[in-house]
């Protein structure tokens, strides 16, 4: 009697052994290194096009002001000079640690609040029913395609009257009104892909919304909540516009408008401004590193079931 094969575990040890088969000969591996090549080298090229003015800036930030002015940053490889008193003269006489920490209490907050606010919006746009749920969706689609200039003038008037551009709850109010369309967009269509036999069951349980959206769906969607995070906090950090329009008090000030008292009237200070400029950096580096692994979760999230 022939046995008869399970397909499943047949195709299973097909495509286990194609992966695991190594090239048998010196003449195979070279034609897959060869057919890899051109793409290894484009990406390699990119990253060197991407990566070399981060680094010029880095090794700029640590060079002496004369070196600076009298020699390019890739010198250094033939006789390395560095010095740690361009960013303790930016730190301590430039202003920049206290823009520092401005820029610290306007990004933070400007990101959590939109964060929490697009998540409730979405949820309920997704899983509760109300009249006019489709209208509401598709009237804050809309809104994305309106620009942020056009509001400027009713905002900077509206919040001035009451006296809110002289601290940071203008720039607050700005940042999170304009990222919230574009976030409940995002986070509503991540939340309707959730099982929703799982959220029934928790009704039939006795839980309440509120339990159920702090409970479960939040935990299940980690991954695009914090790539939502990362676009606002890098949107926020990194900008100038809003800062310019809506913070009216110098003591204020975030390190993308504090940075430009580094170009003093008899010149560019190279030496400051590369140490200020890499410091406007840094921040936004450690974020993205340290949740690089949520980022890519939620740019994949629902593209595979």
């Not at 401005?102 to 746009?125: D, K, R, V």
Request: aromatic letters at 12%.
């Amino acid at each position: 009697m022939t046995a008869v094969q399970d397909p499943l575990h047949t195709g299973a040890g097909v495509l286990e052994g194609a992966v695991k088969r190594k090239p048998r000969t010196a003449g195979e591996r070279v034609r897959r290194a060869l057919a890899a090549s051109p793409v290894h080298l484009t990406l390699w090229a990119i990253a060197v096009v991407w990566l070399a003015p981060t680094v010029g800036l880095l090794v700029t930030s640590f060079r002496p002001q004369g070196d600076i002015l009298s020699s390019g940053w890739w010198t250094v490889m033939s006789s390395p000079s560095f010095t740690l008193e361009n960013y303790q003269e930016v730190l301590t006489s430039q202003g920049m640690f206290g823009a520092f920490l401005n820029s610290l209490q306007i990004a933070i907050p400007a990101t959590l609040f939109p964060l929490l606010i697009a998540a409730l919006a979405g949820y309920a746009l997704a899983w509760i029913r109300f009249p006019f749920r489709d209208t509401v969706f598709l009237l804050i689609i809309t809104l994305m395609m309106i620009p942020v200039q056009i509001g400027f003038i009713p905002l900077v008037r509206a919040l001035g009257d009451a006296g809110l551009t002289r601290g940071f709850v203008a720039v607050w109010l700005a940042h999170g009104a304009f990222a919230l369309p574009f976030g409940i967009f995002l986070l509503r269509n991540f939340f309707i892909t959730l099982p929703g036999s799982l959220l029934e069951a928790a009704r039939i349980d006795g839980a309440s919304e509120w339990k159920i959206f702090r409970s479960i769906v939040i935990p299940l969607s980690v991954p695009a909540i914090a790539s939502l995070g990362i676009f606002q906090f890098l949107w926020v950090w990194n900008d100038l516009l809003m800062a310019l329009v809506f913070i009216q008090n110098p003591a204020a000030n975030p390190m993308t408008r504090q940075i430009q008292s580094l170009l003093s009237q008899y010149g560019t200070e190279w030496h400051l401004l590369a140490a200020g400029a890499f410091l406007l950096m840094t921040v936004p580096l450690i974020v993205f590193f340290s949740l690089q692994r949520f980022f890519v979760q939620g740019l994949l999230a629902g593209g595979v079931k």
